[in-house]
């Protein structure tokens, strides 16, 4: 496996206009090129962030099973539109990610809503409710990736893409923090730096962290 990749911050369409200032979709070329490391045709494919559908469309364009879970309908709306199996895609709560009827899965991707070290919304409530800070989030992001264990085969692998934030002067190693946490559920196996023509959080690269399930 590489260490980096070197591409583009492209998408194939315009989101609707009510959706378009939120774009935070990463590009089909990344899910591609993880899919041909990690699968095959016929496996089953989980996004626990699905967003607007990125991973899934790719996975199944790709021959793959895919299921997602998305907590915001207007972004479910979107996606199933563009699925082949629409009825996949969970309008839920991914905290409570065992309790969703899914299978077996051999491979998650995702990229997780982001947070500032000093920001105040909850990203695991969709930014729409106070969150406990910095430290809850990352504690949240444990409980949910140990939940994402439990649905994954023995042999499976899990790819998060995740960037450290530099915005107006201050620092979140959110990147850094999020795989140490990680870490304590799945087996850390190392990381694939995504280097971007462009990106919007003080970097030019993501980190595309690698996890076992072993």
Known sequence: MKSWLQLEMTRPEPLPEALRDDDVRYPEALVEHFLREFTREGDTVLDPFAGFGTTLVVAERMGRIAYGVEMQPERVEYARARLRNPEHLICGDTRSLATLDLPP??????????????????????????????????????????????????????????????????????????????????????????????????????????????
């Open 105 to 214: 899965i051999d491979f998650c991707m995702t990229s997780p809503p982001y947070m500032g070290k000093e920001d105040v919304e909850d990203p695991l409530a969709a930014y729409h409710t106070r969150g406990r800070g910095y430290r809850a989030y990352l504690n949240g992001m444990r409980g949910i990736f140990g939940q994402v264990r439990g649905k994954m085969r023995p042999a499976g692998a899990v790819v998060l893409e995740v960037a450290n934030l530099k915005i107006e002067g201050d620092l979140t190693t959110l990147a850094w923090d999020i795989a140490e946490e990680v870490s304590r559920v799945l087996r850390f196996e190392g990381e694939v730096i995504a280097c971007w023509d462009r990106y919007d959080y003080g970097y030019e690269h993501s980190y595309c962290l690698v996890y076992s399930a072993i």
